[in-house]
């Protein structure tokens, strides 16, 4: 739906967040009866206790519908008022049609255009500013911006390296174009992005795609599952991450003594505290909720902005840093007043 007399340009505001978590809990304890790890392995090394792991009928635009509908409802926006559908994940339903296409027929957002974006774990900021862009040149007026994954589906449950630190999840935000000059409460007011695609091979599903398609023959060694280097990702998405917070404060005209809650994603709980270190802020300030869910890749930031919402933890008129960085490498900062 197009708006007839698009304003020359609007910002954009998120009027409400939603997120569903699938019910099944998985712990350390649980995995340490098929892998060679241990609950005290897994807390000290990532901070999480337990994750999420979707039924096997529920896809990834299952969880993402839900989390949607319950953004709408907190914005108290109906599905036919939406005209933006964008979703960040890496666990599509299906190659094509799009995982939006599907959240679109569940929740009935038939006014909407959809689209799928890829960006790993920074997918949900970098969709974030793409509806914003479509907002603020008055092109659309009311977005759904979700990031879910069901990742329990790439991994393998062999390694202990990767299978401890990922769940499966859901979160959404709508977000509304609003004429400049007017409050409005959830401001996005900048958002800062970066790729460098000479690490490609750091953090990868290698299988699956055109590159490299599951055959009979290369099954066995389970291409279609996350391979990473741990040290070599903690290492950049520290520095990265910092860099990123810095040049959205910046790009928002503010400093680090202005941020009253980062909002980062939620990957290790020792990679936050470094970031929290090097912005000199302290913990208090940091949302974590990675002990219940680890890592949800492009779900992580919209469930925690959701529960830091719904738990109060964050206040209308506060400055809310948000930052992501994932495969690609990619890495994304939005600073919000809340
Ligand atoms: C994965 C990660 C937790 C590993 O922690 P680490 O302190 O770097 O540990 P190392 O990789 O040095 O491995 C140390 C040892 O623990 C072992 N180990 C790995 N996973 C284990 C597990 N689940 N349980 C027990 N031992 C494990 C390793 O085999 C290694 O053993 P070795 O010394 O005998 O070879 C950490 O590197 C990390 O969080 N990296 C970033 C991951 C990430 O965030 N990815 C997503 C980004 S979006």
Redesign the pocket.
């Known amino acids: 739906m197009l708006t007839p007399n698009p304003p020359p340009t609007c910002v954009s505001s998120i009027i409400g967040t939603g997120s569903y978590m699938p019910e099944k809990i998985l712990t350390n304890d649980d995995l340490s009866k098929f892998?060679?790890?241990?609950d005290e392995?897994?807390t000290s090394?990532?901070g999480i206790r337990e994750r999420r792991i979707a039924a096997d009928d529920q896809a990834t635009s299952d969880l993402a519908a839900e989390a949607a509908r319950r953004a709408m409802t907190a914005a108290g926006v109906q599905p036919e008022e939406i005209d933006l559908i964008v979703i960040a994940t890496v666990t599509p339903d299906m190659l094509f049609p799009s995982t939006a296409c599907f959240v679109q027929k569940k929740i009935g957002a038939n006014n909407a255009v959809c689209f799928d974006i890829s960006a790993?774990?920074s997918g949900f900021l970098y969709a974030l500013q793409i509806a914003r862009h479509f907002l603020n040149a008055g092109t659309r007026t009311t977005a759904l911006v979700i990031g879910a994954e069901k990742l329990s589906t790439l991994i393998n449950w062999r390694d202990?390296?990767t299978c401890?630190?990922f769940g499966d999840g859901a979160g959404a935000v709508v977000i509304r174009a609003v004429e400049p000059g007017v409050a409005a409460p959830g401001r996005v007011l900048s958002t800062v992005m970066g790729s460098d695609g000479t690490l490609t091979d750091v953090?990868k599903v290698p299988g699956g795609g055109s590159a490299c398609p599951i055959t009979s023959d290369n099954i066995a060694s389970r291409p279609n599952t996350i391979h990473?280097e741990?040290?070599e990702?903690?290492k950049h998405?520290v520095t990265r991450m910092c860099q990123a917070s810095e040049q959205a404060l910046a790009a928002a005209g503010l400093t680090k003594a202005d941020i009253d809650m980062v909002i980062p994603?939620q990957?290790?709980a020792?990679?936050i505290s470094a970031i929290a270190d090097r912005l000199g802020l302290p913990m208090e300030k940091t949302f974590m909720n990675l002990d219940k869910y680890g890592?949800t890749?492009a779900a992580t930031i919209p469930v925690a902005l959701d529960e830091a919402h719904r738990q109060g933890k964050i206040k209308r008129g506060d400055v809310v840093l948000l930052v992501a960085?994932?495969?690609g490498f990619t890495w994304a900062s939005s600073v919000v007043r809340w």
Do not use: D, K, P, Y
């Open positions: 892998v060679e790890t241990s392995w897994i090394r990532t790993a774990c202990r390296n401890v630190l953090l990473m741990g040290r990702t903690f998405a994603h990957a290790n020792r990679i890592n890749s960085f994932g495969g």
